[in-house]
């Protein structure tokens, strides 16, 4: 209906020399009028009232260098965040915009009823939100580099553990620098 309003205010208007910003001064009786054409123009098949709109995908995808799951997790949970997983190569529902959703292996449920998703694509974990709706304690960027600088602990301290190392010291002065020492004892000779 609007459509029809301002096209008929367009001609009615370009007819007097106005200029069709004068589309906000309208007279009710052409207002009226539009009302008038587009109820005849339904009521004949000619038109119809759209009763939904399309719902548009607000969701960003930001590639990241996490490649493995269960450290994506971990990482995830030492910054104190609860995870959902999906089971067995499944994949869960990641809330977005207007009832979207985007599918990730990997969810964290935010209050707002928007949530952030780690999906896999064949080679690494993006993350996957409606930036919108981010509702943590740091913006996006921030939050990336604490679980990026987190998982590079994590994946260091798995490889570590593979090895036969233990950790001697972990650090972590006021400025973010992060001091690891491992220390492994070489079994006797014999």
């Known amino acids: 209906m609007a459509r029809l309003v301002l096209a008929l205010a367009y001609f009615a208007c370009s007819g007097h020399g106005r200029q069709p910003d004068a589309v906000q001064e309208l007279s009710p009786a052409i207002l009226r009028l539009g009302e008038f054409l587009l109820a005849s123009a339904q009521a004949n098949g000619l038109a119809r009232t759209r009763y939904s709109t399309p719902k548009m995908s607000h969701f ?3 590639k990241t260098k996490f490649l493995d799951a269960p450290l994506l997790v971990k990482s995830l949970n030492d910054l104190g965040h609860t995870v959902t997983v999906a089971e067995d190569g499944g994949v869960l529902p990641v809330r977005g915009y207007q009832g979207a959703e985007e599918e990730a292996q990997i969810v964290i449920e935010q209050d707002n009823e928007h949530d952030i998703g780690f999906k896999h694509n064949g080679k690494e974990f993006e993350l996957v939100s409606d930036f919108d709706f ?12 604490q679980l990026s600088k987190r998982y ?5 301290l798995d490889r570590a553990e593979e090895d036969n190392f233990n950790v001697a ?3 972590e ?3 973010g620098k992060v001091t690891l020492k491992l220390q492994r004892y070489a079994s006797p000779a014999r």
């Open 173 to 175: 002065d006021a400025t």
């Open 152 to 156: 590079a602990i994590n994946t260091i």
């Open 134 to 145: 981010w509702q943590q304690s740091v913006p996006v960027n921030n939050f990336l580099e």
């Open 60 to 62: 960003s995808n930001i």
């Open 169 to 171: 010291n972990l650090e």
